[in-house]
């Protein structure tokens, strides 16, 4: 853009056209009272304190609304503007409740600091008459209040829902003196469509919306969100060994500042009273505290007689890649197996089989940031908004600048709202979707016959099977009129750049792998991949489980996805770890169950996982677990799996350890040490390190993660670029190939990385869910996720407010199947599958089609995954834990 | 629900669906419905495409309209300076004692709406009443029982 000339209060200043006078004033460190102004939402004018003079024009004019225009000359301050703002200002502060000293934003409040600049005559404030009526708090919410009393009608909050949050959970109500800002129905705010994401309360200028805890942090430690993939940077405010707040760093291009409502209010699990504090080990039935001597010298001298093939590893995705590292080292090094595998079976092996397949590389093609820039996003399986609450906002952001989006998605789920074509298919019937897209693409000579003659193979084969998806054929399947399928096809071929995000709803299925590939060829179609906002994205669950997979606590993998049966990687890693190591490809997860079931497997070190809550046919897996000789788990609280474990090792939680997270976007991030380890709990590398020191191996004399991460990058060529210095302030996106590499933002952009550098088409047949519902099982169940809890719930179940907001498990169906049923909200019913039953609480929904019931799996009480199906998919070995067969009762 | 959202698509089908419609739809549908509920809001808000909190919004800034269901006789006893002298406390009661409820309410059978309101303009004729569009003045006792035939109340409507 270019620039133009201004003259503020007789000096001159050259701007950038197209800026308002405030911001032009403000940069150049001229100061203009302003209290509705804020410089991420668009200006609305109405408090009436930025008014300046311009040169000219007869009346005073807003500063935060007018345009600078060349050579324009403009007054900040004069009698009539000093009068005016005065009147305005004084008329605020009779109508504010006066509690300054009492006030939780003293010293940071706008109305505070535009008082002291503008001044208030006391004298006449006694004269004038409050005229707002008093309005009772809503302190509902169980993170912030909102006091009306001190509100001062902004609107910031209003707009920050708006335009940041995309909920409009709140706008002015009533007229007159009687404004209020409110949601629908003048409802609380905790039973509106608010989120609880907080980002109207950071913004708030005055006291009306404040936090419930906001003790000032003695220091401020910045680290890496906890809970998903996303991986937003946080900064922790800590008082003494308590953290206080949590803020969003405004500098970390994952987040720009922004979190949701786990991440700014879910913490208080890291200081909770039930944290482990000391090794407990069972005696009898009941578990008695040790020392750490005496713990560790049981277990080095009973996992002695396992090595090899009867012990299992299960790693964990919450833990550093540090801390990974080391338990996949132990694994193979100490005991000499492969054995070892982690919660990514559960949501994303299929991505890392299928795209490793078509694309050489498992991950997110590109940022989280490239998004918002997209000219089309296609949603598929992935309930952004509760999932990934900040991804969805670039979503939302897309969508205000104009990009398409569309949604496939079998329930109305939120992201609904802001498509332009929601494609409702049924349950399971993806592959048929997506090849029907293909189909429309090609039948409107969409394709990109450039990309797909240079970068790709397989394409005539491809195009073979796509004769068995004539549309209608897919419409029977999928229920979905061609028509809108043909819609989608075109918006999503021509409205490019078109990126694709997907999640649980694609993979978890029996067929999940294919659901992988089938996206894979859509992209290559179009060529929408290997370009800025163009590609496909696999969003990763929990907050390291790219991460736990990048540094090989996967069966088939060493630290890089270098194979365990490739001769030369085995060579690699014996001479790096002075050792020998086993080169027979490990058992995934799913079947290290089935092994220690049939007694193959007879001692499991299970790290921060909770699988009798996260594994599909939960019973089976108890039963599996209580066959085990030994079994020794580290978790920072005692979960209900670990409650099996014959060993308990205390492990310090995210916030007293150092690290680093890897997001979703291949981000390494820094986590950093807030505060000491409570009680004798310790990060979970030093723990395994500590154990294979007893056992006498050798290769675990590591005096911190700094040191560990030095070796990860020897040994990881994607790591390789990567140092502690390096991501001190903003993480590297690997693969980063040397010191001076700036990272890969985005994947495949001259070649993919297969073997030939060619992208691959595949062939695909569809296959149906391995269990449809029928006459004795009418119901389909699927699972999903709530925003305002995580995984199994070990953390966020022991955050008070995350509860109040979500306390039990609901399940959701269609109003219509309600009737049939005689259900009606709140009445506990049974859920009962083949594999079991559990009982929880109807919530009706239009959300839910008719003929499908869902539920999440945060709650231990409806353990869910006691009746998802275990079937699983023959190359991912991921469970079908999206649909399966379910009748419901009333108890 | 089902029902309600039936008469609601025939009561907005002359609407094409667009945002500058809020408030002539809100108008229909308290013309149609006599007030508008937070299920009507909530469609229209669908309808419109319109958040739910923005139809809200605008709704409670405007007098016209009603949150809560109205009877089909909307009773408003003048309170003005001259029908106040002229006994307009006296009449509220009066009628109050013949429908049965209280002022501000609406009876069950939403026969009646009874309120008090300001000057209604026509003090010559004070104390004056208002029954929907008609005007009622110089009331006394005889003319109010006359005016509100007691009726039992219905049991079986409340089924
Ligand atoms: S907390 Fe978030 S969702 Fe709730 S009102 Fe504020 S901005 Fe909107
Ligand atoms: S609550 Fe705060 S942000 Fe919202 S209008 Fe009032 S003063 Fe402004
Ligand atoms: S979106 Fe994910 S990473 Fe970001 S604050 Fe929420 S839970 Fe944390
Ligand atoms: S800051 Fe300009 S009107 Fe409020
Ligand atoms: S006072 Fe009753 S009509 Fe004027």
């Not at chain 1, 102004?37 to 009346?59: A, D, F, K, N, Q």
């Not at chain 1, 991986?231 to 949701?260: A, F, Y």
């Not at chain 1, 693409?441 to 790709?456: G, Y």
């Not at chain 1, 999440?856 to 079908?880: G, L, R, Y």
Request: charged share 25%.
């Amino acid at each position: 853009m270019s620039d133009v000339n201004i003259i503020i209060d007789g000096i001159e200043f050259k701007t950038e056209a197209g800026k308002t006078i405030l911001d032009a004033a403000l940069e150049n460190n001229i100061y203009i009272p302003n209290l509705c102004h804020h410089p991420e939402l668009l200006p609305t004018g109405t408090c009436r304190m930025c008014l300046v003079e311009v040169e000219g024009i007869s009346s005073v004019v807003v500063a935060c609304k007018t345009i600078v225009r060349q050579g324009m000359s403009v007054l900040t301050e004069s009698p009539l503007i000093n009068s005016t703002r005065r009147a305005t200002l004084e008329l605020m502060h009779v109508n504010h409740k006066q509690d300054c000293t009492n006030c939780k934003k003293n010293g940071i409040c706008k109305l505070q600091e535009v008082t002291a600049f503008v001044g208030v005559n006391e004298n006449r404030l006694k004269l004038l008459r409050k005229t707002k009526p008093h309005v009772p708090p809503d302190n509902s919410n169980p993170f912030f209040n909102l006091e009306y009393d001190k509100c001062i009608l902004c609107g910031i909050c209003i707009r920050t829902c708006n335009e940041i949050q995309g909920v409009d959970a709140l706008q002015f109500a009533y007229r007159g003196y009687h404004t209020i800002v409110s949601p629908f129905l003048n409802q609380t705010i905790k039973d509106s469509v608010c989120e609880s994401c907080g980002e109207c309360v950071v913004r708030c200028p005055v006291g009306a919306l404040v936090p419930k805890l906001t003790s000032i942090p003695s220091r401020e430690v910045s680290s890496v969100c906890p809970y998903c993939g996303v991986g937003c940077g946080i900064l922790l405010g800590v008082r003494g060994d308590k953290i206080t707040n949590v803020t969003g760093i405004k500098e970390s291009p994952v987040n720009k500042g922004r979190l949701c409502v786990k991440g700014r209010y879910g913490y208080e699990w890291v200081n909770h009273s039930e944290r482990l504090k000391k090794p407990l080990i069972k005696k009898g039935e009941n578990f008695v505290e040790s020392s750490w001597d005496e713990a560790l010298t049981l277990i080095a001298k009973k996992l002695s007689k396992y090595k090899g093939e009867s012990f299992a590893t299960f790693s964990s995705a919450k833990c550093t890649n540090e801390d990974n590292y080391i338990i996949q080292k132990f694994t193979r090094a100490g005991m000499l197996t492969n054995n070892i595998d982690h919660c990514a079976r559960l949501c994303h092996a299929p991505s890392v089989a299928g795209l490793a397949q078509s694309f050489g590389s498992g991950a997110m093609t590109n940022t989280i940031d490239e998004l918002g820039k997209a000219g089309c996003i296609f949603a598929i399986g992935t309930n952004t908004t509760e999932s990934h609450p900040v991804i969805a906002l670039e979503v939302k952001s897309a969508k205000k600048n104009g990009s398409k989006i569309i949604v496939a998605n079998p329930r109305e789920i939120d992201l609904c709202k802001f498509a332009d074509i929601w494609l409702q298919h049924k349950p399971g019937t993806d592959v048929p979707l997506l090849m029907g897209i293909c189909k429309a693409i090609i039948n409107n000579r969409l394709e990109d016959k450039e990309f797909i003659n240079s970068r790709c193979e397989g394409y005539s084969e491809f195009k073979e099977t796509l004769k068995e998806y004539d549309l209608k054929n897919v419409e029977r399947i999928t229920g979905v009129p061609a028509g809108k399928i043909n819609e989608a096809a075109k918006v999503y071929a021509s409205m490019g750049p078109s990126s694709i995000i997907y999640a649980m709803g694609i993979t978890q299925h029996t067929h999940g792998t294919d659901n992988v590939l089938a996206i894979s060829n859509l992209a290559m179609l179009t060529g929408n991949i290997g370009k800025k906002s163009s590609g496909v994205n696999p969003l990763r669950g929990q907050n390291n489980v790219q991460g736990a997979c990048d540094m090989g606590a996967l069966p088939n993998f060493f630290p890089g996805y270098q194979k365990v049966s490739e001769e030369n990687v085995i060579k690699k890693f014996e001479n790096a770890w002075e050792c020998k190591l086993n080169n027979k490809t490990g058992i995934t997860l799913t079947e290290i169950i089935s092994a220690i079931d049939k007694k193959k497997v007879k001692a499991l070190y299970l790290v921060g996982e909770n699988s009798l809550l996260s594994e599909p046919d939960a019973n089976h897996v108890k039963e599996a677990l209580k066959k085990l000789e030994f079994f020794v788990a580290q978790d920072v609280f005692l979960s209900e799996t670990a409650c099996l474990a014959d060993v308990v090792l205390p492990a310090a939680s995210f916030a007293e350890k150092d690290g680093t997270f890897t997001n979703t976007e291949r981000r390494i991030q820094r986590v950093r040490k807030a505060l000491n380890p409570v009680g004798e709990s310790k990060p979970d590398w030093l723990i395994t390190c500590m154990i294979a020191q007893k056992m006498g191996v050798k290769g675990f004399e590591f005096s911190g993660a700094k040191e560990i991460f030095d070796e990860i990058s020897k040994l990881t060529p994607s790591y390789k670029g990567v140092t502690y210095e390096r991501i001190d302030k903003t993480g590297l996106q690997w693969p980063v190939y040397d010191k001076t590499h700036k990272g890969t933002p985005v994947l495949h952009k001259e070649k993919f990385l297969t073997s030939n550098g060619l992208g691959r088409f595949a062939k695909l047949n569809y296959r149906p869910p391995a269990e449809t519902p029928d006459k004795e099982y009418p119901l389909l169940l699927t699972t999903e996720r709530s925003l305002y809890h995580y995984h199994t719930g070990t953390m966020s179940r022991r955050v008070d407010g995350l509860n109040v907001l979500n306390r039990e498990e609901l399940v959701e169906i269609n109003p219509i199947d309600a009737e049939k049923y005689s259900m009606k909200d709140g009445d506990k019913v049974s859920v009962e599958s083949r594999r079991g039953r559990i009982n929880a609480v109807i919530k009706t929904t239009k959300k839910c089609p008719k003929g499908v019931i869902s539920m999440s799996f945060h709650f231990f009480e409806s353990p869910t995954n006691v009746i998802t199906n275990p079937a699983i998919d023959p190359v991912a070995k991921i469970p079908e834990l999206k649909v399966a067969a379910v009748r419901i009762k009333k108890i | 629900m089902l029902v309600m959202k039936e008469k609601l698509d025939i009561i907005l089908s002359s609407f094409s669906g667009e945002g500058r419609e809020l408030i002539p739809v809100l108008q229909k549908i308290q013309e149609e419905m006599g007030y508008l509920s937070p299920e009507a809001m909530l469609y229209a808000a669908e309808f419109l495409k319109i958040p739910p909190s923005n139809v809200f919004g605008v709704a409670s800034f405007y007098e016209q309209f009603r949150f809560s269901p109205v009877g089909k006789k909307i009773v408003m006893v003048c309170q003005g300076t001259a029908c106040h002298v002229k006994g307009a406390e006296k009449v509220m009661n009066e009628i109050s004692r013949h429908i049965g409820i209280k002022e501000g309410q609406t009876r069950e059978d939403m026969e009646y709406t009874l309120k008090g309101v300001a000057c209604i303009g026509c003090c010559a004729l004070a104390p004056c009443i208002t029954i929907n569009d008609d005007v009622h003045g110089r009331l006394t006792p005889k003319l109010i029982e006359k005016l509100f035939i007691k009726k039992p109340v219905n049991k079986k409507t409340n089924e």
